[in-house]
């Protein structure tokens, strides 16, 4: 036979349970909010404290990193372009994938909430876009118009 737990045990488990808090570990959400109200409010709480001081803060260390992010986004891109415009028979090179590139990156860093997310074009995009091109070559169907459409549906 087992023998019960000592009277100073069990007498030590209710001492420690009365220090718990009553709610501790339960999740509260707040109520919801409409589509885009979060953002909005975190918009109209930066952008008046420090949000200017940050933008008006132009030191040599920030257009050092500035330029680093620069060249380390541009040089990849360029190169991808490249291997797109060779790849896509033309309908896809440096100009669209630098325009891609960047325009991806803004909107990125002012809804993101991350500006220095590094957005470009990978080995692995190339090789889909590769894919993409062949099917519509042999389907016969636009290959801009294709991967228009495959982007939206995946994105």
Known sequence: MCNPDPPEKSMRIETENSKLVADAGKI???????MGRGILSDIKTTVGTHWRSEMTNLNQKTIAVTLLLFISVIAPTLTF???????TGGNMGAVETLLGTSWVGVTYALLGGMPTCIMGSTGPLLAFTV?????????????????????????
């Open 28 to 34: 509260h959400l707040d109520a919801a909010q409409g």
């Open 81 to 87: 372009g490249a291997v797109y415009g060779n790849v």
């Open 131 to 155: 894919v993409i091109f062949n099917f519509a070559e042999q389907m016969d169907v636009p290959f801009l118009t294709l991967n228009a459409w495959v982007s939206v549906w995946l994105g």
